[in-house]
């Protein structure tokens, strides 16, 4: 690279840079101006630098990119990218107003730029198909991520959490970087796009065959597919409620993103096996599909039994994580824009309930089913916010949450070309009612009308500041919106319109 | 103008929000409001041009252009025959729960949020967005279930929304199929009929697809939700549910199933005959044995619903239209039988018990409710002059040309229904003739204006469908011989 090109590179990652100097500053200004400040003023002051630096972000953020991908496609700079990236700040900056009135650390400084750090990793890797970029930036995500789970100072279940996290997630990058690495053996090239021509020039070998499992592997840990899915109760539950907010969204669209990218392009049709009718052959597709197959039935089964709401929203996740992996079963580039609406709407409404735990935590209630028995009492407009988001993971139209999983679905089936795989839908629909079952489960607790015994004394209305209730209502309108208008979200994604009808006589 | 029930009803659970006293008789009025304007409408559309066999678009806007999806609202006969039953019975479920004192405006708002969904089912002229509508009717109806309810009213709220679920799922994947195998890439339901997917497919997509419908119409085995839900529902909801829900499933038989996969059709008639005929003797049998006068209701519900899937399934252009008659008729009398029920007897007495009601001497304390439901009775039994007798004439002898003995055994329904609902009126009504006039219970309250109103209108309903049937065939057997079941009547050879 000569100095022109750096200069490129600059203009182009300014939202990066703008992310990383805004991390510093929130850091520094922490350590050194807010010294002696009580925690409230601390955390408001830091988020609102924060809140600053996502919107700067958002601000040098450009859709349109002249100068093309940056070199040799280290860093990409195509529409659906920026756009998806412009999301992921998006979900951030919820995420960073859900942390405003948590009082769980006292290290303060420190958590927002972490949080900072985990976007600026999310960012780049949403742009790289560059297998050593992406793997450094897994990296830079994943490192901020297990921090951030440790976080809460009087929950010894969070270092517990983080822990667990950790160990899991070193396995997972090990598996990843052997895996990324066998590839670079057998195809000399760190580019996602001559991978995937060079595998596509020869039959399935074994060796290129482990070498996709192990990366399958690696990447099913980060959007927790069963059985990579352990770590993802515990963080939940143990992690302070906004890191799990970003762990369960921004982290997992970018995770998605990745999945597809290095499937589809990587590893290409070429290589992709069968998991219909026989006879059977190795690819990445039976791999996938034997992922999501666990993952929907393991999720589910399990959420069924939890009380707890972040334990039962990470296992619904694992849940989830498995219909959006059935996406990816088709190879066509169409199936990408599905998988990511699919992966950015049940972002939204997770986020959405992820700020509803958030706020019954503030106010000293238990986020457990018992603990949202009769919200609706206590705040109609938050209870309202909360069945919309679990509506939508639920999959009742018309919210978005519906829409994402018959994209999916018909993905699945390779729209139309693969019906011998209509199994995976009938497994996905027949779970995704015991789904239903739970997620009802918590829309009625929240209408019940709270009787003596049933729920402590509690402050009487749930207290919501503004800026809550503002984003609690965007994020609803969101899988609202979309839902009723998927194309809003599609066509940025790159989804194109079917060809023109031609009705002739049959 | 068919299209304004819809976009009405919508609306007004969208208003009902806004509602600043809730519990102030502004909720139920407004609904009254919404709902007759709802009919007004209706009426005044089909008058001013009737129905036809061709859909006449109302709305059509893109929506999802990489599936070919579009928000496409058309009505042809079939549409309009069931929007006007649903906007009856909308009005007459309003007057027969003018008494809900429990949060009015919630209540009222789901309500019309139901009746917008079964609305917007009836007019979708899109396969994306006829789901849509199909299962946004699921979560009003559990809540309306689940908090105004009765009897055990969370276990079956839950039963209800669980099998809902399940059948749209297997609807769902059904509906999978057709958009993902379809050659025009569009989900417009025209297109759809025009272009089958192959007959391999159907072969084993059919059964999903149909009878992920007719579970919501009550086919045994798959009953059992319905007589749970009925019995647990608010009165208004039981009206609804009985009276119009049950039908979404078997619209969808007919708008979905059988014209999109005409092959599946002729290879599973004779499957979903004999599940038909076995709901039609086996819920009469159980309707016979019940204690409980809402079960009664509930499973002679089943039975009747029975006829109209022995219609889909025998799916001759005679069964059919007697199909969409008996949807008709069945959802007016099983909305008046509900309403004397829930309403009338139950509200009063606080008791359903076949045994404990002779001691009320309804004949004597209650002889508006005991002259309604007799009425009632005679047309649920299928007596002429009611709608539900030509509705059943015409779904047997459309079913003989194809089996002689499904006919024989759904006419041993019927005397079955004869016999429990004799059973019924004399028990619920009469039974109490040997209380010595000194023992004689307190009087009840007499019916109130909304009650008389509501049954009124049912009755009339039943009366004009019954005595003056061409109306609605008019209407429905164009559509029958039209394009849109072109390809089933050819599998069929017809």
Known sequence: MNGPLHLDLLTQLLPEAVLVVTALIVLLLDVR??????IAVRMSRAAWGSILGLVAALGVLRLEIASGDGPAATFLLQGPTQFLKGLVLLMALATVVFAIPGRFTRHVGEFFALVLLATTGLLLLAGTENLLMLFVSLELVGLSLYALTAFHDRRPESTEAALKYFLIGGVAAALTLFGMSLLYGLTGSLQLAVIGTRLAANPVSPLAWAAMVLVVAGLGFKIAVAPFHLWAPDAYQGAPTPAAALIATGSKVVGF????????IGFGSAAAGSAGALPWRPGWLPVLAI??????????????????????LAYSAVAQAGYGVLGVLDPAPESR???LYFAVTYALAVLGAFGVVALLESAGIEPTLDGVTGLAHRSPLVAGCLGIFVLSLAGIPPLAGFFGKFFVLLHAVDRGAALDRIWLVALALGTSAIGFYYYLQILKRSLIRPESGVAPALPLPLPVSPLNRAVLVMLAAGVLALGVAPKLLLEPLGASAAPPVTAAAP | MIAWPLYLSLFGALAMTLVRRPDSPL??????????????????AVIRQPPGAEPVTLLRWDWIPSLGASIHLAADGLSATLVLLTAVASVAGVLF??????RPREFFALYLLLIGAMHGVFLSWDLLLFFVFYELAIVPKYLLIAFWGSTRREYAA???????????????????????GNVPRSLDLSLL????????????????????????????????WAPTGHVAAPTAASMLLAGVIMKLGAYGCLRIALPLMPEGARDWRFVFGVLSVIGILWGALVALRQRDFKFVIGYSSVSHMGFVLLGLAAATPLALSGAVLQMVSHGVIAGLLFGVVGRMVYDRTHTRDLNELPNFRLDRTLPGATWIFILAGFASMGLPGFSGFIAEVHVLLGTWPVSGRFVALAGVGILLGVAYTLRTIHQAFFAGDGIPADRMPPPLAPLTLPEKLGAALLIASTLALGLYPRVLLDWIQPVLAGPHFVGLRRSLGL
Not at chain 1, 257 to 264: A, T
Not at chain 2, 97 to 102: A, F, M, T
Not at chain 2, 201 to 221: H, K, M, N, S
């Open chain 2, 158 to 180: 839950m039963k209800l929304a669980l099998y809902s679920f399940l059948s749209s799922a297997a609807v769902l994947a059904g509906i999978v199929v057709l958009a993902a």
């Open chain 1, 291 to 312: 992922l999501a197959a666990v993952s929907m039935l393991v999720g589910n089964l399990t959420a069924l039994r939890q009380s707890d709401l972040r334990r039962l």
């Open chain 1, 33 to 38: 101006a807010f010294r002696g400040e009580s």
């Open chain 1, 337 to 339: 824009a599905a998988v």
């Open chain 2, 97 to 102: 729960s003018w008494n809900v004192r429990e």
């Open chain 2, 27 to 44: 909720p139920r009025r407004l609904a009254l409001g919404i709902s007759l304007a709802g009919l007004a409408a209706i009426l005044v």
């Open chain 1, 257 to 264: 993103l990745l999945l597809v990218r290095v499937v589809h």
């Open chain 2, 193 to 224: 009929a025009q272009f089958p997917v192959a007959d391999r497919v159907q072969a084993w997509a059919f059964p999903l697809l149909f009878a992920g419908f007719a579970v919501l119409a009550g086919l045994w085995p798959f009953h059992t």
